[in-house]
């Protein structure tokens, strides 16, 4: 009898230490780890408006929004940027601010379009449909293995006029133009820059009206005499869904 009682009183500790083992995980669950590898199966244009879809119905909903509904903490997201919209729920109820959406407003739609696309990262932007020159939000998306997460998402003012010299894009890298190859098109300059520490994002270059600092630090507008095949650049415009509207290109010695 005193064997069977230990026995059981060793069986009901071991009990025990498993049931605080797993209350202590559950409540160190949140944040998530920024190193736990996250996301779904899929096309990444499609993730990104099962996602937006989701995000937007919550909003329009009378009862309920994405934060109480746990969208943030969808797989589909990066750990990093489920621990980045964590933080700012405090603002969207103080002030409505929606980091996914960029807006105060709740748009009836949306509407998408890739903007950078390899492999490894796609970027898709999100503009709100019925709107006309605003906010819009530019989604990040990395892969591993078969899976894609959204790693994140930025506000861009696009086609806003700059606001006290700044820019909504501004980034160094190297221009090209006849090089390009197909789906892009050669008869604009796109800059090649890196962008979290990878290196091979492109975007195409409007840049009617933009000035360039080139030889010498003099300044005048900006055309194929003065910009050259993998020059090094600084350029700063407006990012809009076609590609970045120049207002300065500087030369990088």
Same mark, same amino acid.
Request: one cysteine or more; charged letters at 25%; aromatic letters at 8%.
């Given at each position: 009898?005193?064997?069977?009682?230990?026995?059981?009183?060793?069986?009901?500790?071991?009990?025990?230490?498993?049931?605080?083992?797993?209350?202590?995980?559950? /409540?160190?669950?949140?944040?998530? *780890?920024? /190193? %736990?590898?996250?996301?779904? @199966?899929?096309?990444?244009?499609?993730?990104?408006?099962?996602?937006?879809?989701?995000?937007?119905?919550?909003?329009?909903?009378?009862?309920?929004?994405?934060?109480?509904?746990?969208?943030?903490?969808?797989?589909?997201?990066?750990?990093?940027?489920?621990?980045?919209?964590?933080?700012?729920?405090?603002?969207?109820? %103080?002030?409505?601010?929606?980091?996914?959406?960029?807006? @105060?407003?709740?748009?009836?739609?949306?509407?998408?379009?890739? #903007?950078?696309?390899?492999?490894?990262?796609?970027?898709?932007?999100?503009?709100?449909?019925?709107?006309?020159?605003?906010?819009?939000?530019?989604?990040?998306?990395?892969?591993? *293995?078969?899976?894609?997460? #959204?790693?994140? #998402?930025?506000?861009?003012?696009?086609?806003?006029?700059?606001?006290?010299?700044?820019?909504?894009?501004?980034?160094?890298?190297?221009?090209?133009?006849?090089? #390009?190859?197909?789906?892009?098109?050669?008869?604009?300059?796109?800059?090649?820059? /890196?962008?979290?520490?990878?290196?091979?994002? =492109?975007?195409?270059?409007?840049?009617?009206?933009?000035?360039?600092?080139?030889?010498?630090?003099?300044?005048?507008?900006?055309?194929?005499?003065?910009?050259?095949?993998?020059?090094?650049?600084?350029?700063?415009?407006?990012? =809009?869904?076609?590609?970045? *509207?120049?207002?300065?290109?500087?030369?990088?010695?």
């Amino acid at each position: 009898m005193r064997k069977k009682f230990i026995l059981s009183g060793l069986i009901g500790l071991a009990i025990l230490v498993m049931l605080l083992i797993r209350l202590l995980s559950n /409540e160190t669950s949140n944040p998530v *780890n920024s /190193e %736990e590898l996250r996301g779904v @199966t899929g096309e990444p244009q499609d993730i990104t408006i099962d996602f937006y879809d989701a995000w937007l119905d919550a909003r329009k909903s009378t009862s309920s929004n994405p934060y109480t509904l746990g969208l943030v903490n969808t797989q589909a997201l990066s750990a990093a940027l489920v621990n980045k919209l964590n933080q700012t729920e405090k603002t969207f109820n %103080e002030n409505g601010f929606d980091p996914v959406l960029c807006q @105060t407003e709740v748009p009836e739609a949306f509407r998408s379009k890739i #903007i950078f696309e390899n492999d490894q990262e796609v970027q898709i932007m999100i503009l709100p449909k019925g709107k006309g020159v605003g906010v819009q939000s530019v989604v990040s998306l990395k892969s591993h *293995n078969e899976f894609w997460e #959204i790693s994140d #998402i930025a506000c861009s003012s696009g086609e806003q006029a700059p606001d006290q010299g700044e820019f909504s894009f501004e980034r160094e890298g190297f221009l090209l133009k006849q090089s #390009i190859k197909p789906p892009l098109d050669n008869n604009y300059w796109h800059l090649i820059f /890196e962008q979290d520490n990878v290196l091979g994002h =492109t975007v195409p270059l409007f840049i009617d009206g933009g000035i360039c600092q080139i030889n010498g630090g003099l300044e005048e507008n900006c055309s194929d005499k003065v910009l050259g095949e993998t020059m090094k650049v600084i350029v700063k415009g407006d990012m =809009t869904e076609a590609g970045v *509207n120049v207002k300065k290109i500087e030369l990088v010695k």
